[in-house]
């Protein structure tokens, strides 16, 4: 599976600058994985130490949320758009 | 009764109304409940008085105390209008880049407006206040994002309303902002009817805190951890400002004026209700359109209106 991971501003130097990349993968974790894999300089930010998200971080499948999902489990298709963001207050 | 003593006695009891004629589900009712009919113009007036009542109830709140809260607006001016009745100062930590009118509101108040930098949104808000508050301790700090009288507010308030008003809901979509709102609501609907979904929108948090340094700089508030959100919530989705804006002029067409963020609330309940056969759906619109005029929201260029709604916080 290819699909499309936007990257946060905070994340954009590690991957030379990009906000979108390509990278292979059939579930959350795979996606992950594969992104850290190419751009090291994210490791650490997105995982904690025992493999969960980071908890200021959120991951979306299509505008959802992974948590609220199936969490690292959550299963993507070709064409899917994963949007990695810094959890953000209101109010 | 339509004489009260006090303005503040006008917050709460606000009317759900059936936008069902935008509902893309046939079968799927959608009703809106508007707290922009509280006094201050939001559903924050709701934590405001609450949070305030509790400070004076514990001793924390004396007569001419000074508060210091972070807000990107809402709060702030559900605040000011308490503080103004009750006659306590409140200094407001506001992320540069809000609407015009939310600074005017709290300048109507007499609140004092302390700046923090637009592009960390209101994180940097957040974490100004805290450091404020930390150098003043003399300074009451309610602070809304872990504040249980926030959430509170909507657990013997909100909730009981919409249960009342509306015993059939099936679902409870609103912004997730502090979190109050949909712990509180969320938590009193499933306690009565422990099938009711609750979904939480949000903006894409993207180019507003192009500030923040690193992820960590992220924050999840301390009441959506302590009210057990990710269980209580059964999903959370993204509304973009284009979806937001479209929904929230759809909204005229019965002739509600509601804030862009309400817009997004229906965007999620439009997308709730394509999901599933049949059930009613109960939004929280959150404020009225007052506060947005200044955006041109309704009658501008949508592409150039969508483009303005990038760089303002409307949550």
């Known amino acids: ?91 | 009764m339509a004489l009260y003593p006090s303005i503040l006695d006008l917050i709460g009891n606000t009317p759900l109304v059936d936008v069902s004629a935008l509902s893309p589900n046939p079968s799927v009712r959608i009703l809106v409940k508007l707290e922009g009919q509280n006094p201050g113009g939001s559903v924050k007036d709701r934590p405001a008085l609450a949070m305030i009542e509790e400070a004076e109830k514990s001793g924390l709140l004396e007569p001419g105390s000074t508060l210091v809260e972070p807000s990107s607006g809402n709060t702030g001016i559900g605040l000011a209008m308490v503080c103004k009745v009750k006659g306590y100062h409140l200094k407001v930590v506001l992320p540069a880049n809000v609407s015009t009118e939310r600074r005017q509101l709290l300048e109507v108040w007499g609140a004092e407006i302390i700046e923090s930098p637009g592009s960390e949104g209101s994180n940097g808000a957040v974490r100004a206040a805290r450091a404020l508050a930390a150098e003043h301790p003399e300074w009451v700090f309610l602070y809304q994002y872990a504040n249980p009288a926030n959430p509170r507010a909507h657990y013997e308030g909100t909730g009981p309303e919409i249960l009342r008003d509306c015993p059939e809901v099936t679902h409870f979509i609103a912004g997730l902002g502090t979190s109050g709102t949909l712990i509180g609501v969320g938590t009193y609907l499933k306690e009565h009817k422990p099938d009711v979904q609750v979904w939480a929108v949000e903006p894409p948090s993207g180019e507003l805190v192009d500030g923040l340094r690193s992820l960590d700089d992220g924050y999840v508030p301390p009441i959506f951890t302590e009210g057990d959100g990710e269980h209580l919530l059964d999903r959370k989705t993204i509304v973009g400002p284009r979806d937001s804006i479209e929904w929230t002029r759809r909204l005229t067409e019965l002739g509600i004026f509601a804030g862009i963020s309400t817009g997004a609330a229906m965007a999620g309940a439009a997308k709730c209700a394509a999901s599933i056969d049949s059930g009613v759906v109960v939004i929280v619109s959150a404020d009225g359109g007052w506060k947005y005029l200044s955006t041109n929201a309704w009658t501008g260029d949508i592409d150039a209106v969508v483009e303005r709604a990038k760089s303002i916080i409307y949550f």
């Open chain 1, 1 to 91: 599976m290819s699909v499309e991971v936007r990257l946060p501003t905070v994340l954009r130097p590690a991957a030379g600058g990009q906000s979108v990349v390509s990278v292979e993968g059939a579930t959350i974790a795979e996606v992950l994985g594969s992104l850290q894999a190419r751009f090291p300089g994210v490791e650490g930010q997105l995982l904690t130490e025992d493999g969960s998200l980071h908890r200021f971080v959120n991951v979306y499948v299509n505008d959802d949320d992974v948590r609220y999902l199936d969490k690292l489990d959550t299963k993507v298709e070709d064409g899917d758009v994963v949007s990695i963001l810094p959890a953000v207050a209101g109010g």
